[in-house]
């Protein structure tokens, strides 16, 4: 079995700044990529930042320059860095991962629980 498990959600004011963490655990071969989603209320998931086991990321416009995502390879860990935080930020955030769980085993969709980010004076 495969968990992700995110942390480090929270309230935070306008312009403030989170970061994000998620570790993912139990049997693993190899991670092909993590990502991080998020869902505001009423919307539909949108991907926010991806980063590929080759160290490549990519970012959803509406974060781009103001969010990082990184990754800890060792500890099975993705982080997200989230600066300059708008009203609009608020959203549940879901960390995602590609993972092998064995080396027989095919590519396969992880998601954690989801931390909730509020962006708000």
């Known amino acids: 079995q495969v968990q992700l498990v995110e942390s480090g959600g929270g309230l935070v004011q306008p312009g403030g700044s989170l970061t994000l963490s998620c570790t993912a655990s139990?049997?693993?071969?190899?991670?092909?990529?993590m990502d991080w989603y998020r869902q505001a209320p009423g919307k539909e998931r949108e991907l926010v930042a991806v980063?590929?086991?080759?160290?490549?990321?990519n970012y959803g416009d509406s974060v781009k320059g103001r969010f990082t995502i990184s990754r800890e390879s060792a500890k099975n860990t993705v982080y997200l860095r989230m600066n300059s935080l708008e009203p609009e930020d608020t959203a549940v955030y879901y960390c995602?991962?590609?993972?092998?769980?064995?080396?027989?085993?095919?590519?396969?969709?992880?998601w954690g629980p989801g931390t909730q980010v509020t962006v708000s004076s």
């Open positions: 139990g049997s693993i071969f190899s991670i092909v990529s």
């Open positions: 995602h991962a590609v993972i092998r769980p064995t080396i027989l085993s095919a590519r396969l969709n992880y």
């Open positions: 980063i590929t086991s080759g160290g490549s990321t």
